[in-house]
Structure formats: C-alpha cells, structure tokens
C-alpha cells in the first residue's frame, strides 16, 4: 500500500513537472515563477523523496546510512522548486534529521552528528527563514556574554549548540538558520547600554570602612524585608585613599551617596578619641599589643633616609605624641586617641582580634588491660632423728613454694602460733611422723595457683578554645618518703628525735592540651600532655608505694571528629623457674621428689587514643553539653541505692540527682563590638564612642 501511494505520488509530481513545461500557458509562467510542483507523499520511505527533492532541485544529495523513515507530505498548492526544497528541510527537522551542504553537495545527518560538520554563514549566504544548519559568531557590546547563555539555551532545542567565549565577549551558536535569526533578534534587544556606573566618594571625617559597614548593614536588611530583586548595588571601601565606591543604578546610587554624605559629618568633639567595647578579647592585652604596634610603627618611618631630613619622621614622633590607648577592665573595654588615619588603622586592627574563637572538645580513652598468672608446684621432706633429745638430720629437701616450706610447716605443728601467713593460699598435703625419739620425717606437697586481670579504662575529657592550653586534672595527693634521719643529744636531753621528710605527688590522670584549628581543611592540630598513674598496691624499699605511671608528650594533626592512637605497648611475657637436686631431680618420677617448679605469665595491653571535636557555635556546644549532661543523669538513675530494693533502709530519701536540662531558649543576637553602647551612657557622652 505505501509503495503504491509513493509511486502515485512520484508519477503526480513528475506529470506535473511535465505539464508545467509543455503547456503554453504554464509556459508563459515559468518566464517569471519557473515551474510548479505539488506533492502528495503517505507514509513513504525517506529515501524515495530525497530522490524526488534531488530531481526537482537538481541538487546532490547524500544520505546517511542512519537515515530511515517513513514520511509524510502533502499539499494542494503547486510549489516552486526552492519552496519544495524548505518543505523537504522542515520535513527532515521534524524526524531529527538535518541537511548540510557544503562544496555544492548536501549531505543529509542526525541532528545529534550535525554539529560537528561544516556548516553555512547566516548573514551571507542562507536566509533567515530557511531550516538549514548554520553558525554563527555573534559579538555582545554591553552586557557579559556569558550570563547570556543560560537565558537563551532553552530557546534552543536539545541539539543544538550555544557557547560564550569571555576573552572576547562573543557567543557561538550552532543551530537552524531560522531559530539562529530568531536568537540574534532577541540579543539585539537585550544588549542595551543601561544606566549603571561606579560613583567614587572621598569622605573628608568618617572612616571609609566603618561606612560601608553601615550602609551595607542598613541595605541588607532593607532587601531582606522588600524580598530582593533589581539589580544588586555594591558598596566598597578603599581605605588608602579613604573613598566609597558604589555601583549600581542611577537611582540606588544616589540614595547610598545621600546616605554616604550624612554619615560623613564630624563630630562635635572632633573625632579624635573612641571607645570599643571587647566582646571576645581581653581588653589590657590588646591595649599593650597596640602600643606595640604604634611604637614600631614610628620606629619605622621615623628613621630619616640617607639623602638628607625625614619630613615623615615629624608626621610619625606627631602620631605617636597624640596617640594613645588605654583599657578598662571592668568594661572591657578601649578607649583610645589618635588622628583620623591612625584611628582607622587601630580599629582595624581591633576588629579582625576581636572575634569569637571556636572552641575543641578534646575526647581522650586510656585502654589498660593486663594479664597475670602465676603457678607453683613442689616437694619437701625431711628427715631427722631425736634420740638423746638430740636432733640428728638424716635428709632434706626444703624449698619454699608458694612462700611455705616443709619446715615452716614442721614448727607450726610444734607452735601453732608460728603458722606462716603464706600457708592458706593454695593447697597443701602433708605427712609424717614427730615424736620425742626415734626417727621423724616430714613431707609436703603444695600447689598454688593465682591469676588476675586488670582492665582500666579512663575517659578524660576537657573543652578549651582555639590555640588555648586547657589542663585537666584528676588525681590524688599521695604521700612518698624521700628521707628521714634521727636528732639526739644537744638540746633534746639526751631524747631520739626522728625526722622523716615526705614529698607529694599527684597519682591520677592529669591531660594538658593545645588546639590549633584549621577552620577551612576541617583539621586541628593538638599539643598533647598526657599522664595517667595509679597506685600498684605493692611496696618498695622503706616500705614506699609503687605507681604505674604512662605519658604520651606528642604533636599530632586529626580530622575533625576523628580518632587517631597517640601510642601504645603490646607485652608478653613468660618465667619459668625450677629448683631441684643434682641428678636427682632429673630422674623420672621418682625426681619430682626433689624438685619444685614455678610458672608465670604477664600480658599487657595499653592503648591511648584521642578524638577532637571542633565546637564551631553556640548550637554545636550545647549539643555536646547536653549529651554529657544526660549521660551522666542517666548513669545516677542505674546507680540508684534503693533501686530494687524490697525494703530501703532509709525510705523517703532519693538519691541526689542531677535536674533536668532546661528547655533551649533562643540565642540572642550578637551585635558587632562598635555598636555597643553602655546603658548609663548619655546622649551627650555617646559623641566620642561609636554609634550603633
């Protein structure tokens, strides 16, 4: 059916062709229209009407492969050869197809490929209406390039191309010669010269930045309010040579000059003396780091160059005589005097020192596990005769073990009170024989065995502010001798006076710690003291206590909210020990008669690890504050006395425990330090102090 229709609508063509070139009336015609052609394609193969478009128009055309589809086109008006010709373009653009003619040959691609192939030049040679793939350069006076592009891309179909290039201010578009016209006309009518300048204003009193502060306070609070839109107005301070410059429309111009010129009006008290309040620095350190700088500030230009006088020399030993800075404590608070310029640079300087540091939440784990265990096993005997109430040793094999040897066994039976203290760890078998004569022998077995395990952790933890040593300490006070002597005769009357002098140390966990933030990398750098001790339970000489004591001395760089080990020790240890006869001892079985064996083993495990936490506001701190506040809550609430308790010893008495967080209330707003103003001030006083 469609090859029917197509070669009926072929043969219609082609026979009209015809009849226009053999009618003499079309004839007369073609002297001023040429000939006419009317076609009737229905769903017919692309291909077949590329080859009546060739033969009507006489062109060369070549398809690509890619190139498939059934088409439609009709029409009831006879048509010129070039009017067929835009009908076959529009024909190709509705089925993503697109023809490219170059050195006289017309090749026919996907949309998606035609870009990339060479293309035709809008305003020589393709009309503007035409459905042709054409390129064109266009160049952009008053306005910037590319913010044009995102306006005018949806303008375009997906395959087309659109690209600004900044150094020349100049658009590229790849697209239909129709669609490329229609851009251009819409580019004309955006690239106008509008009325937006840059007035420079020299101020004469006020300090350029402190009124560019005000004013783009006062403009982003009013665009705030209105919602924004229009074009945006900058405000800049040069302070060097102390002028406003704003840009922007005629009219916001005018109304930040107005604004610009009452604020620069001097003061009734001339100006020279100001009065800062600190928000976040110590007041009497800034005051001495200024005098600081105005010192060498006139050390340096007041040196007189080598040609001959220093007329700046007068200008800076003037400065500094009419300059000066002093701090309140109780205010916190700088009142300082100086010229204009100096002044600018002073609060300039008092600015960018008096902001609110971050603060660390440094997180420190103490991991201490150690493994003990100690075993012994032995044999003593003992042989001896008491005849004549004399007593004779025959034999004897004694070695303690477990701190308990036979013959502290054999006195025990004969005096009780002399039972070692050692003889009720363990186990111990014993036999026999003691009388007033004859022979007596004794022999024990004993075994012992002991293990033990330690497991400390300790979870220190402190807050401090940016490049702030923070110290954290809990410990305890113990007491250590470190010598005694004894005073006798002269004025003691012969009496012995002991002296024993002690010395305290602290036995605890003490962590010293410093910060150092790296606001952009998210990184902080820690000076880190650590020390935990505790007391062993065993004694030394003189009977003086023994301490565990570990301490990490380290710089080290973490991530915010990382953990990192700061050291550690791994230990293993094993002791084996045997006490035997000579040649005895080594004979099998009958040799652990004489013989005795201990083993021990020590584990040790200690790990110290760190985590920072950078406490960028006042919402971060209060998270982390609430967090150890309920933990700490929660763990009272465990820990309850009476918890499970049938009958309290004490009823009617709760636990002391920590109250309940109070709802969060809103922050208040923190205002730059310039603008704030003592209640008690006066209207009248408030000339030399800067207005909010």
Same mark, same amino acid.
């Given at each position: ?53 060739? =033969?009507?128009? +006489? ?14 086109? *009709? ?52 009309? +503007? ?30 395959? =087309?191309? *659109? ?15 129709? !669609? ?106 800034? =005051? ?24 700046? +020399? ?10 000066? &800075? ?8 700088? &009142? ?81 009170? !002399? ?38 952790? =300790? ?27 004894? !005073?006798?005769?002269?004025?003691? !009357? ?45 004694? +030394? ?42 040649? *005895? ?108």
């Amino acid at each position: 059916m469609n090859r029917h229709s197509f070669r009926a609508g072929l043969l219609a063509v082609f026979l009209v062709m015809a009849g226009s070139l053999t009618s003499s009336e079309v004839g007369a015609q073609n002297q001023n229209d040429g000939q006419r052609i009317t076609p009737h394609f229905k769903d017919a193969e692309i291909g077949q009407v590329i080859e009546a478009v060739a =033969a009507a128009t +006489g062109k060369t055309i070549i398809p690509d492969i890619r190139v498939r589809a059934q088409v439609t086109m *009709l029409s009831n008006t006879p048509m010129t050869p070039s009017q067929f010709y835009e009908a076959f373009l529009a024909l190709l653009q509705v089925h993503s197809f697109v023809a490219v003619e170059s050195g006289g040959i017309i090749r026919i691609v996907p949309d998606a490929n035609a870009r990339q192939l060479v293309n035709q030049d809008l305003p020589t040679r393709i009309n +503007g209406g035409s459905e042709e793939l054409v390129t064109q350069v266009i160049a952009v006076k008053n306005i910037n390039a590319s913010q044009l592009v995102p306006v005018l891309r949806p303008l375009q179909p997906q395959s =087309a191309h *659109l690209a600004a290039f900044p150094s020349s201010n100049i658009l590229v578009i790849s697209d239909r010669a129709s !669609n490329v016209n229609r851009i251009m006309r819409i580019i004309e009518r955006i690239d106008q010269v509008g009325d937006s300048d840059v007035d420079i204003v020299r101020l004469e009193h006020a300090s350029s930045s402190e009124v560019v502060r005000v004013v783009n306070t006062f403009f982003q609070q009013a665009q705030g309010g209105e919602g924004g839109g229009g074009q945006a107005t900058r405000v800049i301070a040069d302070d060097r040579s102390n002028s406003v410059l704003i840009g922007g429309d005629r009219s916001q111009r005018l109304r930040i000059k107005t604004l610009v010129a009452h604020l620069d009006t001097p003061l009734d008290n001339g100006g020279d003396t100001q009065v800062r309040y600190l928000q976040f620095a110590d007041a009497e350190k800034i =005051a001495t780091k200024l005098k600081e700088q105005i010192s060498a500030t006139v050390a340096i230009t007041g040196a007189a160059p080598a040609g001959g006088g220093a007329p700046g +020399g007068g200008v800076a030993a003037s400065a500094d005589r009419s300059t000066t &800075i002093w701090a309140d404590p109780e205010t916190n608070a700088l &009142i300082i005097t100086a010229p204009a310029k100096v002044m600018r640079s002073l609060l300039a300087i008092v600015d960018r020192l008096d902001i609110r540091r971050m603060q660390v939440l440094v997180e420190a784990i103490i991991v201490d596990v150690t493994v003990n265990k100690n075993s012994e096993l032995g044999v003593n005997w003992a042989v001896w005769s008491e005849d004549d109430d004399e007593r004779i040793p025959l034999g004897l094999f004694n070695q303690q073990v477990g701190g308990v040897s036979v013959l502290d066994l054999a006195g025990a039976i004969d005096n009780p009170a !002399n039972t070692p203290s050692g003889i009720q760890n363990g186990s111990t078998f014993g036999i026999g024989r003691i009388a007033s004569s004859g022979v007596n022998f004794a022999a024990m077995l004993r075994a012992i065995q002991g293990d033990s395990t330690t497991n400390v952790i =300790a979870t220190p933890s402190a807050v401090t502010m940016d490049n702030q040593e923070a110290e954290l300490k809990v410990a305890q006070e113990v007491p250590f001798v470190t010598g005694s002597y004894t !005073n006798t005769g002269g004025n003691n !009357n012969g009496n012995v006076n002991p002296f024993t002098t002690v010395q305290r140390e602290e036995v605890g966990t003490i962590l010293k710690i410093t910060p150092k933030i790296n606001a952009q990398g998210g990184l902080v750098q820690l000076k880190i003291e650590l020390e935990s001790s505790e007391l062993t339970g065993d004694s +030394g000489d003189a009977n003086s206590l023994i301490t565990n004591k570990r301490t990490v001395n380290t710089n080290v760089l973490i991530e915010d909210g990382g953990i990192v080990v700061l050291g550690g020790l791994i230990r293993d240890g094993a002791t084996r020990g045997e006490q035997r006869v000579p040649y *005895l001892g080594r004979i099998p079985v009958i040799g652990e008669l004489f013989k005795t064996r201990s083993r021990r083993r020590d584990k040790t495990n200690l790990m110290v690890f760190i985590r920072p936490k950078i406490l960028h506001d006042g919402a971060t701190t209060a998270f982390a504050t609430d967090a150890k506040y309920n933990f700490m809550r929660q763990l009272q609430k465990e820990s309850s006395s009476q918890k499970g308790e049938v009958l309290p010893l004490i009823p009617f008495n709760k636990d002391p425990m920590l109250p309940e967080l109070p709802p969060p209330t809103s922050a208040p707003s923190v205002l730059p330090p310039e603008s704030i103003v003592p209640p008690e001030s006066k209207p009248d006083e408030q000339s030399s102090k800067p207005q909010p």
